[in-house]
């Protein structure tokens, strides 16, 4: 878990990091979360004078973000945690928000990030899964029901892999960091290889890594294209750990989205600027606008 204290203009003021206790179960996660929160209030009393004024989280899986609750988060074990109002009774009555990890760290992109400035963004980290986040004038849109950007479904060979949310062939199952790493590893006979190390082999010409790569990035533009197609971003913005690979991967990509597009607008196709910083971020931004909801309210 990371977290942070923020100011009121997205300034990292501290930043610390725990495990998350999950080799406990899903009760020690939450009650981890409460008690790094409940220190990260502490620490800003003593070092800045003054406790944080609102607090924000952000986590994975389902959430709903009106009423504070985390639904489903199936690596955490979670079902219908009441995440704000644990953590206002822990902080002492504190205003909090609750965000989808990937939206939050979208929010922080698009804000004070890559996205700074975009008045359309689409966030897409490439990490064990593939999900993105749609920026919309500063704000993220979550859809009607809280799934709005879940990009890593889109099926782009049907005739692919099984995926975990029942279809054949998502995005997520070519072209993520785990999907890299799976191939590189059935590939060089390495079980051990990841995608960084796939990367280093592209690089140093390897063809079997280059195949690895070039259907991974070929699934990533069909799936792309798809989501420029109906949102038309200005600014596409990329993380995640397989985005650390840099222009190795950046190159063929921004090449392959424009061998692909016929009528569409190209958008700027750049690096996440915030690294694995924009969660906790982004949880800050969230409290802050909450804030400023309430007092216009």
């Not at 979670?78 to 009774?89: C, G, K, Q, S």
């Not at 079997?208 to 790569?213: G, Y």
């Not at 792309?224 to 949102?231: F, K, R, W």
């Not at 840099?246 to 597009?261: N, Q, S």
Request: net charge negative.
């Amino acid at each position: 878990m990371k977290a942070a204290l923020v100011g009121a203009d997205g300034t990292l003021l501290h930043e610390a990091r725990r495990a998350t206790g999950r080799e406990r179960g899903p009760d020690a996660v939450v009650e981890t979360i409460l008690a790094f929160a409940a220190e990260l209030h502490a620490y800003g009393v003593e070092h800045f004078g003054t406790g944080a004024v609102a607090a924000g989280v952000a986590v994975p899986g389902i959430v709903d973000a009106t009423n504070g609750i985390a639904i489903y988060a199936a690596n955490l074990g979670w079902r219908d945690v009441p995440m704000r109002a644990l953590l206002a009774e822990r902080l002492g009555g504190l205003p909090v928000a609750l965000g989808h990890d990937v939206r939050t760290g979208g929010l922080a992109e698009g804000r004070i990030g890559a996205g700074r400035g975009a008045d359309r963004f689409l966030f897409v980290p490439l990490g064990t899964g593939i999900a993105g986040a749609i920026g919309i004038a500063g704000t993220i849109e979550a859809g009607a029901h809280g799934y709005a950007g879940e990009i890593g479904h889109i099926v782009v060979r049907p005739d692919g892999p099984d995926c975990g949310c029942g279809q054949r062939g998502c995005l997520e199952t070519l072209a993520s960091a785990s999907a890299v790493t799976r191939a590189w590893a059935a590939a060089s006979g390495d079980p051990d290889a990841d995608a960084a190390d796939c990367a280093k082999a592209v690089e140093s010409g390897d063809p079997a890594a280059v195949r690895v790569w070039r259907n991974a990035v070929d699934a990533l533009a069909a799936g792309l294209v798809t989501a420029l197609t109906l949102l038309d971003p200005r600014t596409l913005i990329i993380g995640g750990g397989l985005a650390e690979a840099g222009e190795t991967l950046f190159t063929p990509l921004r090449a392959a989205v424009e061998e692909r597009v016929t009528f569409q607008k190209l958008p700027h196709i750049v690096p996440a600027a915030l690294g694995d910083t924009a969660g906790c971020l982004g949880a800050g931004l969230l409290a802050w606008d909450l804030l400023s909801t309430e007092v216009s309210a």
